[in-house]
């Protein structure tokens, strides 16, 4: 069964740093993209992160909200992807998809069930 | 960035109507590069349509997306009891992903 499963959310203190993580089975994982979406309570879905497979690099696209304080990073040997949030603040507060991306990049056909992250003092 | 407007906010329908959902882009976006995703609560959401047009894996054939440019709808054809959600539309361009808002399709 291809499968996306986060860990590592919580509750943590505005400024502090939490890293994520997403553990990929039921696929070769070194050939897919993936990428990390978030929903804040009662909102809808927001794209954060993406990272490309190592033919290409394993480059990263950011979206504003989170660039230079999120980082995304894989290891295919272990099937897993990270997500390291650091600065977080109140408005990080969200759940947290990991997503396997077409090889194009351009769609998620696979979800995680998501991670909750609370940013609170 | 390309900002995606999704109309109606909320589609009170009854189980087998047509439902009509729109996605409107803020500038053209390639057709290949848009999606639809449904997600009923608390559960991820799911992949139904990629390349506007294209049926995602086991998705029933009631679902169908068209559009191209600017404008793009998701149509589902036979509301089924299961199909009542949050449908969201998603596009990439120029090494950036964006959402739509969503349209909530409830129970009239």
């Known amino acids: 069964e291809v499968q996306l499963v986060e860990s590592g959310g919580g509750l943590v203190q505005p400024g502090r740093s939490l890293r994520l993580s997403c553990a990929a089975s039921g696929f070769s994982f070194g050939d897919y993209p993936m990428s990390w979406v978030r929903q804040a309570p009662g909102k809808g879905l927001e794209w954060i992160g993406f990272i490309r497979i190592k033919a290409y690099g394993e480059t990263t696209e950011y979206a504003a909200s989170v660039k230079g304080r999120f980082t995304i990073s894989r290891v295919d040997s272990i099937s897993i992807a990270y997500l390291e949030m650091n600065s977080l603040k109140t408005e990080d507060t969200a759940v947290y998809y990991c997503?396997?991306?077409?090889?194009?990049?351009?769609?998620?056909?696979?979800w995680g069930q998501g991670t909750m992250v609370t940013v609170s003092s | 960035e390309i900002v995606l407007t999704q109309s109606p906010g909320t589609l009170s329908l009854s189980p087998g109507e047509r439902a009509t959902l729109s996605c409107r882009a803020s500038q053209s976006v390639i057709s290949s590069f848009l999606a639809w995703y449904q997600q009923k609560p608390g559960q991820a959401p799911r992949l139904l349509i990629s390349?506007?047009?294209n049926r995602a894996t086991d998705i029933p054939d009631r679902f169908s997306g068209s559009g191209s440019g600017t404008d793009f709808t998701l149509t589902i054809s036979r509301l089924e009891p299961e199909d009542f959600a949050v449908y969201y539309c998603q596009q990439y361009g120029s090494q950036s992903w964006t959402f739509g808002q969503g349209t909530k399709v409830e129970i009239k």
């Open positions: 997503t396997r991306a077409f090889s194009r990049g351009d769609a998620f056909d696979i």
């Open positions: 390349g506007a047009s």
